[in-house]
Every structure is written in C-alpha cells, then in structure tokens.
C-alpha cells in the first residue's frame, strides 16, 4: 500500500481551522448572490454543489430554493454540512464521491466548483474525467462554473514560504513550491497547535491556463460561454482568480 492521495487526508478538522476564519458568512452570500446571477438560477432549479466541503455554498442555495445535492470526498466535512442543514433545517442531499464519479445523468439545470477545488490528481487525464462526468451530469443547456486559481498568478505571486498567526494562537507556516514540469503547486502546511502539537500536510493542486482549460472544456462537451477573474464578474488578469462559465449544448 502506498501513501494515501493528499486529498484523502487533508480535508479534515485542520483544513475547517485553517479557512473557516477567512470564511465569513457575509462572504458566502455574496458569492452566492453572485453565483446565482452568473448562472440566472430560479428557486427550483437543481444544482449540484461538486467538492462542496461543510456545504458553505450548498446551504445558501438551498436556502435560496434551490433543488441541491452536495457531493465531497470527506465524511468528516460532509458530516459537519449535514449537521448544519438539519440545525438550519435546509433540505440538501449529501452525497460522499470522488469528483470523478459523478452518479447522474442529464439532472442539474447548474454545477459550481468553487475555491480551487480542481486540479487534484496526478495527471491531466484525471481531471479530464471529471469535466466529462460534468457534462454528462448537467441538462442540455445547463451551465458549469468553476471558480479556481490560474496559472499566471500562481508563478507570479507565489512566495516560497509564509507564516500566518491567527488569533487564537495558531501559528500556520506554508511552504511553496511551483514543478515548473507538472504545472503543479506543491504546498507544505505545518500547524503549529496552542498545546504544542504539531500537524503536517501537503497539497499538490494542478494550475492551469485559461487556454488549456478551455481546451479541455471542450475535449468534455462543454462550450465555454464567459470567463472573469472573479465571481463579481470582474475582468480576468494576471493577479486575479479565474471563473469560467461553460455550457453543455
């Protein structure tokens, strides 16, 4: 047995500390607000929330009357989503899969991707697979959002090491490296606990261009409709995110 895959392990009680204070809820109502415009969503419409993690965006839009399904790898973030809608008494489906499997055919009016939740595997082939369980998931004419990092901005604005203290006394150091090879962002985590432990992990995320990206929109039959460098539908350059709208014919 080899090493599990770092997205099997890293999305854990670690990960929500180490988001979930630069997550407010203020923040994932505008990006659902946003989300809505972009891809002109109706109360009823379903939608599947793919890499959904605790289901931040998934509540908000079943909240919004959306017909949502949230799909994730973890048990552990899926089970904190899950908690969440019955406090907030939302009706959401959670349904735990890898994002190459996704179980439906020609069922969501909409599906989001949302805070680089792409690029995980070891080759590009693999992601590939992903956007053809997409296109094969959405309805004719349903639209695809992916919201992610872009490669430019990576290479530029990537220091090799970082050190975050947060307030309750966390100290987060990252180290960074970009294979300029694979297009990979390989990055270290060290948490360094208020009671001393210490917990390590590692990120391996595949940053892509636009251009390849539209590529393989395509190679999956799905045809790019707009793209911006942000949710607000801001323009796209070198520093920004990336968010592409795409359409099953």
């Known amino acids: 047995m080899g090493e599990r895959p ?51 965006h998934t509540l908000e839009l079943a909240r919004y009357g959306c017909q949502v399904i949230g799909q994730d790898l973890s048990p552990r973030l899926l089970e904190q989503a899950r908690t969440t809608a019955e406090e907030q008494k939302l009706q959401v489906r959670w349904l735990q899969s890898d994002m190459r499997t ?27 697979k ?25 290479i530029r604005t990537s220091a090799p090491h970082s050190i975050i203290r947060y307030p309750d006394g966390l100290i987060v150091l990252e180290e960074r490296h970009v294979d300029l090879l694979t297009s990979h962002n390989n990055v270290r985590i060290s948490l360094l606990h208020p009671d001393g432990r210490r917990t390590e992990h590692h990120q391996s995320i595949r940053v892509y261009t636009l251009t390849e990206l539209v590529k393989m929109l395509r190679a999956a039959g799905l045809e790019l409709t707009t793209y911006y460098g942000g949710l607000d539908g801001s323009a796209l350059t070198i520093e920004s995110r990336l968010v592409l709208i795409s359409q099953k014919p």
Do not use: H
């Open 130 to 154: 992903v956007l053809q369980q997409i296109a094969r998931a959405l309805k004719p004419g349903g639209l695809f959002l992916l919201e992610t990092i872009q490669q430019a901005r990576v």
């Open 102 to 128: 996704i179980p439906f055919e020609n069922e969501f009016d909409g599906i989001i991707n949302m805070f680089t939740s792409f690029g995980y595997f070891d080759n590009d082939d693999e992601d590939l």
């Open 6 to 56: 770092w997205y099997e392990t890293f999305f854990n009680e670690d990960y929500v500390r180490l988001y979930t204070p630069f997550l407010s809820p203020a923040r994932t109502r505008q990006d659902v607000t946003n989300i809505i415009k972009l891809l002109n969503l109706q109360p009823g419409n379903s939608v599947l929330d793919l890499c959904c993690g605790y289901g931040r």
